[in-house]
């Protein structure tokens, strides 16, 4: 089994900063890329930011400059700073790891189950 489980989250006002943390266990032979995503109220779920094993970063335009993606290949963890946030920001934000599963050997996209930022006006 492989889990995914993202911390961080909470209240914060416009123009402040938060860090969420995102960490994947169990049978994991390697992680290719491990990602961000937030989903606000009545909306599609989004790409926030993305980072490969080699580092490479891709970030959603309306997070450019302000938020940050980084990552632990030694501890299977990835997390995003996140600064100058604004109210469009709030939802709920998940973690996605996608990686090489043991027993068997199996390519996964495993979710967390979210974290909520608010980030009021």
């Known amino acids: 089994q492989v889990q995914v489980v993202e911390s961080g989250g909470g209240l914060v006002q416009a123009g402040g900063s938060l860090r969420l943390s995102c960490a994947a266990s169990g049978s994991i032979l390697s992680i290719n890329a491990m990602g961000w995503y937030r989903q606000a109220p009545g909306k599609q779920r989004e790409l926030v930011a993305v980072i490969t094993t080699g580092g490479r970063t891709n970030y959603a335009d309306s997070v450019k400059g302000r938020f940050t993606i980084s990552r632990d290949n030694a501890k299977n963890t990835a997390s995003l700073q996140m600064n100058s946030l604004k109210a469009e920001d709030t939802g709920a934000y998940y973690c996605?790891?996608?990686?090489?599963?043991?027993?068997?050997?199996?390519?996964?996209?495993?979710w967390g189950q979210g974290t909520l930022v608010t980030v009021s006006s």
């Open positions: 996605k790891a996608d990686l090489i599963a043991t027993s068997p050997i199996r390519y996964l996209e495993v």
